[in-house]
């Protein structure tokens, strides 16, 4: 089974500060890539994805994330992070084939709390 | 804008009680899944469904079954809840081939079983 690896299970930051939360997975093959973010009291939300082409996404709020393929990375940043930035993000990964089509396999999570 | 709703938010159940956990899409997705999520072990995968009757099974179906009788509405039960099946429960669905679109989720059911 594939296996997802969130290298921080919290991050407390300034705001202002930069951040990077770490993201590996294990499957070899043609991925998608996924984060999501659950703010307090809300619902899981996509936060940005990456299917193919240019492997420096965009997504909501300010956010990006690399793929990095030989790395079998996906890394969440964002360069200056506000008090509202205060949720829990997820990465996700689909290897999209097989037995696993459709099965999104997600990281243990990493809490960020923004200090203002 | 794509709703999915849980029926329950909160629920107090004794040992040996039978759960049932809905879930209603209103966006005609194939798509729907039962997550668990737990502090500090993520989303685990239940059960997933592409299509009306289908079912199949995820990482920890164990203690747990689903019913999709309808393409909008996907079950969860617990046949006999049990005190580690105390968790959030989050429901999802997706439309298009499966792992391609987004996942849209609902605001979950804190389940807690004494």
């Known amino acids: 089974a594939q296996s997802v690896s969130q290298h921080n299970h919290h991050v407390i930051l300034s705001e202002a500060a930069s951040l990077e939360l770490g993201c590996n997975y294990s499957y070899g093959g043609t991925v998608n890539l996924f984060w999501y973010v659950q703010y307090p009291g809300q619902h899981l939300q996509l936060l940005l994805k990456?299917?193919?082409?240019?492997?420096l996404v965009k997504g909501i709020k300010g956010f990006e994330a690399e793929f990095i393929k030989s790395k079998f990375s996906f890394n969440l940043r964002k360069p200056s992070v506000q008090w509202s930035d205060t949720a829990e993000y997820f990465c996700a990964v689909n290897a999209g084939r097989g037995s696993t089509l459709g099965r999104l396999y997600f990281g243990r999570g990493t809490q960020l709390t923004v200090w203002p | 804008d794509v709703k999915v709703t849980q029926s329950s938010r909160y629920l107090v159940k004794r040992t040996g009680e039978k759960v049932f956990l809905e879930c209603v899409q209103d966006m005609d997705h194939e798509n729907m899944f039962w997550y668990r999520q737990d502090p500090g072990l993520g989303l685990r995968l239940i059960y997933f469904s592409y299509d009306v009757k289908m079912k199949e099974k995820g990482d920890i179906p164990e203690g747990y079954s689903v019913s999709r009788e309808k393409k909008e509405r996907f079950s969860l039960i617990l046949e006999s809840a049990s005190t580690n099946q105390t968790s959030m429960y989050l429901c999802?669905?997706?439309?298009?081939?499966?792992?391609?679109?987004?996942?849209?989720f609902g605001e979950g059911s804190r389940l807690t079983v004494l």
């Open positions: 999802a669905s997706s439309g298009g081939l499966p792992g391609t679109g987004e996942l849209f």
């Open positions: 990456y299917f193919s082409g240019d492997p």
